[in-house]
């Protein structure tokens, strides 16, 4: 039985909040920089692993790979770096929600570079999906005094995430094989946070890899190689623009997980169950309504 590209599209967002979920139980114990290079290595090591054991190299092919090591130069490492400028300059209550933009950045440029055509409910649910994403993310905070130019920071992160869904769909077009792609993809995104935290930690690696955050890492960095796999086949199956307002349902996992894992940590409103509610209903316009 063929498995739908919507739903490697939902996994991808249940791996990438599962992700999540260990990282910040691992971050009790350790510092980001060590969270990003244990992950981004498990990628590089499970990935490459599987891909000399069971896929035959002659897969690769130059016009492939530079695609993908083109990828990985700016997502996750420049979207990242993007994202964190976002938070320092204008704060989480407001560059998680322009983050949440990626889906219809992706959507636009599928129709602009790819011939793909936007339908009314690939338009309604893109939109319930976003709006779904802005509520959970929205946090109680002061948003005064802020100067509007710093806005561009995320807005541009998300312009370049979806542009990357853009590029890994042409790159499988030149070698098609998503978990290639992901291997390649991850290599690149590793030498570039790495270059990158050396520079902006004054070029010293300040890790701190210990017995309490490795079993999380561990774990975390195998549910995002599972998760990057996931969506390099929801792209070489499907469209970008059902798939990847899909894989953006994130929140919705980490609301389940956030109530079973970590209570009393987070609190569940009002508000957060109505974004769940959006998100479900985008993912079942996006599945059924074609």
């Known amino acids: 039985m063929k498995i739908p590209a919507e739903l490697f599209a939902l996994s991808n967002a249940f791996f990438f909040a599962l992700h999540n ?5 691992g971050l009790k114990y350790s510092n980001p920089p060590t969270a990003v290079l244990t992950s981004l290595s498990m990628n590089v090591i499970i990935l490459w692993l599987v891909s000399f054991l ?15 090591i ?20 204008v ?3 407001i560059t998680d929600p322009l983050r949440a933009t990626t889906p219809l950045f992706s959507a636009l440029l599928a129709i602009l570079f790819l011939g793909e055509r936007i339908t009314f409910p690939i338009f309604v649910a893109t939109l ?16 005064k005094n802020v100067k509007m130019r710093y806005i561009f920071y995320p807005l541009l992160a998300s312009f370049l995430a979806g542009s990357s869904q853009i590029l890994r769909k042409v790159g499988l077009g030149a070698m098609p094989h998503p978990i290639l792609a992901a291997a390649v993809t991850a290599t690149s995104s590793l030498v570039v946070v790495s270059l990158t935290i050396w520079v902006t930690s004054r070029r010293r690696m300040v890790l701190a890899l210990n017995e309490g955050c490795l079993p999380y890492y561990l774990a975390a ?5 599972i998760g990057m796999v996931t969506i ?3 792209l070489d199956l499907g469209k970008v623009v059902v798939v990847i307002p899909i894989s953006s349902t994130g929140p919705f996992f980490s609301l389940i997980f956030t109530a079973l894992f970590l209570k009393g940590v987070e609190k569940v409103t009002a508000r957060i169950v109505s974004g769940a509610a959006l998100i ?7 599945t059924l309504w074609k």
Do not use: C, H, M
């Open 21 to 25: 979920l260990l990282t910040k139980k």
């Open 54 to 68: 069971f896929l035959p190299i002659n897969l690769l092919t130059f016009a492939g790979i530079s695609i993908f």
């Open 70 to 89: 083109l990828v990985g130069l700016f997502q996750p490492g420049l979207t990242r770096l993007l994202t964190y400028k976002g938070i320092e300059t």
């Open 91 to 93: 704060g989480v209550a």
């Open 128 to 143: 319930f999906i976003v709006v779904g994403v802005i509520l959970l993310s929205q946090r109680d905070r002061e948003t």
């Open 221 to 225: 960095g195998l549910a995002i190689s």
């Open 232 to 234: 390099y086949y929801a």
């Open 280 to 286: 479900i209903g985008g993912v079942i316009l996006l």
